[in-house]
C-alpha cells in the first residue's frame, strides 16, 4: 500500500467548483489525511475548515499544497515554512518565485505541478 502523506490545503475552500475542494475530496478518496487551512468556514470532505488567520500548530506534514494565488501567499510564509513539511507543491496559478527561493533555501522540496494530476497519474 502507498505510503500515505498527511497534506495541508492553503485556500481550502466548500465550493464544490473549486479545485481546492476536489483536491480535498481526491486526497481523501487516496486516503491521504488532509488538514484544510482557509479564511473562509465550512467544512471539506468531511473535515472542519481550520482558520489559516490563527495559524493552528500542525505536526508531522508531509505536503503543502497550495490554492492561493502569489499575491496572497507572502504574508503566509514564515507560518508555512513553520510546519517544515517534506515538498510544497504549487498547483497552476500559484507559482511564485520569490516563495519558490525561500522554500529551497530551507532545503524543502518545491514541485509544480497539479495535486489532482499527481494523484491519477500516481506521482502523489
Not at 12 to 18: G, M, V
Request: proline share 6%.
Amino acid at each position: 500500500m502507498a505510503e500515505k502523506k498527511k497534506t495541508v490545503i492553503v485556500g481550502a475552500t466548500p465550493n464544490p467548483s473549486r479545485y481546492a475542494y476536489l483536491a480535498a475530496n481526491m486526497l481523501t478518496d487516496y486516503g491521504h489525511p488532509i488538514i484544510p487551512l482557509s479564511i473562509k468556514r465550512g467544512t471539506v470532505a468531511g473535515v472542519d475548515l481550520l482558520d489559516l488567520r490563527q495559524k493552528p500548530a500542525l505536526e508531522d506534514i508531509d505536503t503543502v499544497t497550495l490554492y492561493i494565488g502569489p499575491a496572497h501567499q507572502a504574508e503566509w510564509y514564515d507560518y508555512l515554512l513553520s510546519l517544515q513539511p517534506q515538498r510544497f507543491i504549487f498547483n497552476p496559478g500559484t507559482e511564485n518565485s520569490e516563495f519558490f527561493q525561500l522554500i529551497r533555501e530551507q532545503e524543502i522540496e518545491v514541485v509544480q505541478g497539479c495535486t489532482l494530476v499527481m494523484l491519477r497519474t500516481g506521482t502523489y
